[in-house]
């Protein structure tokens, strides 16, 4: 008889088997993420509005002045882990939202 440990690990090998398959069915659809993962890169700021340039899911080229959230502006540094949105699910508008918790 399995014991609870064993169950666990189905459990969540079932859930990792489901994220990937909606996941694909998604990309196979042209529907791209909502939220990406990065790492700042640098910081500038422009008339009041602060901008970053971001490194996206580990990527080594940094996607380049993207708008930051005017309520974590002050917070965001370089290597500050962030989520960037995309708006209307489009790459090309994108939007620092949130501070990643590490």
């Given at each position: 008889?399995?014991?609870?440990a064993?169950?666990?690990?189905?459990i969540r090998?079932?859930?990792?088997?489901?994220?990937?398959a909606?996941?694909?069915?998604?990309r196979?659809?042209?529907?791209?993420r909502l939220?990406?993962?990065g790492v700042?890169?640098?910081?500038?700021?422009?008339n009041?509005?602060?901008?970053?340039n971001?490194f996206?899911?580990g990527s080594?080229?940094?996607a380049?002045?993207i708008?930051?959230?005017?309520?974590?502006?002050?917070?965001?540094?370089?290597?500050?882990?962030v989520w960037?949105m995309?708006?209307?699910?489009?790459n090309?508008d994108m939007?620092v939202l949130?501070?990643?918790?590490?």
């Open positions: 008889m399995p014991n609870s064993e169950y666990m690990d189905a090998w079932l859930e990792q088997y489901i994220d990937n909606i996941d694909k069915r998604l196979d659809l042209g529907i791209p939220l990406i993962p700042v890169q640098s910081v500038t700021t422009s009041g509005n602060t901008f970053a971001v996206l899911n080594t080229t940094a380049t002045n708008p930051v959230n005017p309520d974590i502006a002050a917070n965001v540094t370089a290597n500050t882990p960037v995309c708006v209307n699910f489009n090309l939007f949130a501070r990643k918790l590490a």
